[in-house]
């Protein structure tokens, strides 16, 4: 009995292109017919979504490392380039940078310090990190301009990442995406990719395979707060305004672990089909039904998030991969 | 040539002094059995070579080298890996991709990896499991496996604990094959096992070990007629019954 590994593994290595390529080119046929600035906004804010859901997917879901605390990251992205936009008019191109440096050498911080914490216990202290860049993006007005919050003048050009059209902003959260998507891509192919699966399932016996798993959950939080903060910068760009609440709020932590879980923690398209399903079904639902009773929509949305959750346990992606993996074997 | 070896190995854990003065070594091409009663302290000693646990005392060498400081993975890198008696299967992937994950110690190519794991399941007689789910496999299988993953890091030496526990007779023929085959390859094998046919046929030399201290080493026949080791697994009164 022979093992194939080759011909059905790169077979499997590109699988994910079957979805990737059609998913950019439906994302570029919307972008290029639709005019209407609601449907747009949509898709940017999914876009964005998805993109900081699969930064957080990389530890909390291939290294299952459990993170409420990814708001900080956001907000460093966030409070960096703008500060730097608006008090030196730094390029938010470059400030995106400076940002995402910042924040990976403050998930290496927190990594450093949590080293040794699992399961609930991890939950807690990225729980307690998040509520302190909350705090401090509400005290250090001098920066953050506290709970007054910080606006970017709308001047739009290319240097200032300021667009007159959503367009524009649509193919950037676009190419923003793809790049993420792309390195979670490599890295799910690569040691380090298995090194993190591997620590997910048992760091005891990762270790004893010789399997550096420190090293491995380091690097992993450092890329996905980096990409987080860029997704930060370029929510602050989009909106341009920002808030303690609305970049170093509970909420987002929240909102980018619930969208990995609903469509599939730890695979690559569960963040974006997680992203596809919840931020356009809160748009509609809050368009729809705010006029119907304050806060009635978060009601809907609930309900339908945990109908979702009851009845694809696993996430979207991996719950509907069985299914159809199911209907073939028969 | 001694691969590992170990000088005064202390270890207590509070009140418990769970291994006592303990020293062995062993060589290229040689299956070291370790055996004891429950308690004794195996597992322990596996625990202070492989990394996992600090010793309060002594020397740990691996091909000379003082390894004392180093880490599990570091150990691992340096030929040195064990196997855990309660099986540690990466439940949700593939037995190949599990085998694959010790692959990946020696290369930086997954697919390499996967192809190497391929011949070390062929060689452990996994290859049709290679593409079940680790969880829920039978126990046979799953002590295989755990056999599988080690291997597949290419050791010098290896410290197998209690893989034969559950298997059926022909698996621990197979297993025993297996044994004399890495023997034959020049690994240094330390065995913990509590099938005494198994690790008295298969084993060069053993190592007797009770509450936590050496107290026989020689060929399986020398220490099997040991007072002191037949005292310790069957009682003083066995013993001396069989003086009379």
Redesign the interface.
């Known amino acids: 009995?022979?093992?194939s590994?080759?011909a059905s593994?790169t077979a499997r290595e590109w699988a994910d292109l079957y979805w990737i390529v059609p998913g950019t080119v439906a994302c570029l046929a919307f972008i290029a017919t639709v005019r209407d600035p609601f449907a747009l906004d949509i898709l940017v804010t999914t876009l964005l979504w998805a993109a900081a859901a699969s930064a957080w997917n990389l530890s909390g879901g291939y290294a299952g490392q459990l993170s409420i605390g990814h708001a900080a990251y956001f907000g460093i992205g966030a409070y960096t380039s703008t500060y730097l936009l608006l008090i030196y008019g730094l390029s938010p191109w470059i400030g995106m940078l400076i940002g995402a440096a910042l924040a990976a050498l403050t998930a290496l911080g927190i990594g450093a310090l949590t080293v040794r914490l699992r399961g609930s216990f991890f939950v807690m202290a990225t729980l307690a990190f998040g509520a302190i860049a909350h705090i401090v993006a509400a005290i250090w007005r001098s920066v953050t301009g506290g709970s007054n919050g910080l606006s970017i003048p709308f001047e739009p050009s290319f240097a200032r990442m300021v667009f007159a059209d959503k367009q524009s902003f649509a193919i950037l959260a676009l190419a923003l995406l793809l790049i993420v998507v792309g390195t979670v891509l490599l890295i799910e192919?690569?040691?380090l990719?298995?090194?993190l699966?591997?620590y997910r399932?048992?760091d005891?016996?990762?270790?004893?395979?010789?399997?550096?798993?420190l090293r491995a959950r380091l690097i992993a939080i450092m890329i996905s707060a980096l990409f987080t903060a860029i997704c930060g910068t370029l929510h602050a760009q989009y909106t341009l305004y920002i808030d303690p609440d609305s970049v170093t709020g509970l909420s987002f932590s929240l909102q980018v672990a619930l969208i990995c879980i609903v469509g599939g923690v730890g695979t690559l398209s569960g963040p974006i089909l997680g992203a596809a399903l919840i931020i356009p079904l809160a748009s509609l639902l809050r368009g729809a039904l705010s006029s119907s009773g304050s806060g009635l929509h978060l009601v809907v949305y609930a309900v339908m998030v945990i109908m979702v959750l009851l009845a694809l346990p696993e996430g979207i992606g991996p719950s509907l991969m069985r299914r159809v993996r199911a209907a073939r074997g028969k | 040539m001694t691969m590992l070896s170990t000088e005064g190995l202390n270890k207590k854990f509070g009140g418990l002094h769970a291994v006592r003065d303990v020293s062995f070594s062993v060589s290229a091409g040689e299956i070291l059995g370790l055996i004891g009663p429950n308690g004794a302290g195996k597992t322990t000693v596996f625990g202070l070579l492989?990394g996992?646990i600090r010793h309060d005392a002594g020397k740990v060498r691996l091909g000379g080298e003082p390894i004392d400081s180093w880490?599990?993975?570091a150990r691992?890198?340096a030929g040195l890996?064990?196997?855990?008696q309660i099986v540690?299967?990466?439940?949700?992937?593939t037995v190949?991709?599990n085998v694959?994950?010790?692959a990946?110690?020696r290369t930086?190519s997954?697919?390499q990896?996967?192809?190497d794991?391929?011949e070390v399941?062929?060689r452990v007689g996994l290859?049709?499991r290679?593409?079940e789910i680790a969880r829920g496999l039978p126990i046979g299988i799953r002590k295989r496996l755990e056999v599988a993953?080690?291997l597949?890091?290419r050791p010098k030496v290896m410290l197998l604990d209690e893989i034969m526990g559950g298997l059926i007779p022909t698996e621990v023929n197979e297993m025993m094959g297996l044994l004399r085959q890495l023997r034959t390859d020049g690994a240094a094998v330390v065995l913990i096992e509590h099938n005494m046919h198994a690790v008295m046929t298969v084993s060069d030399r053993v190592v007797v070990l009770n509450h936590g201290a050496k107290i026989a080493e020689g060929t399986a026949e020398q220490v099997s007629k040991d007072s002191a080791v037949i005292s310790a697994y069957l009682g003083e009164d066995y013993d001396s019954a069989q003086d009379h």
């Open positions: 009995m022979t093992i590994t080759s593994a192919r690569s040691k990719g298995a090194s699966v591997a399932e048992d005891a016996a990762a270790r004893a395979l010789g399997v550096r798993t | 492989s996992f880490s599990p993975e691992c890198e890996v064990r196997t855990f540690r299967p990466f439940g949700n992937i190949l991709e694959a994950i010790g990946m110690l930086t997954r697919a990896a996967r192809r794991a391929a399941l062929e290859a049709d290679a593409q993953k080690a597949a890091t």
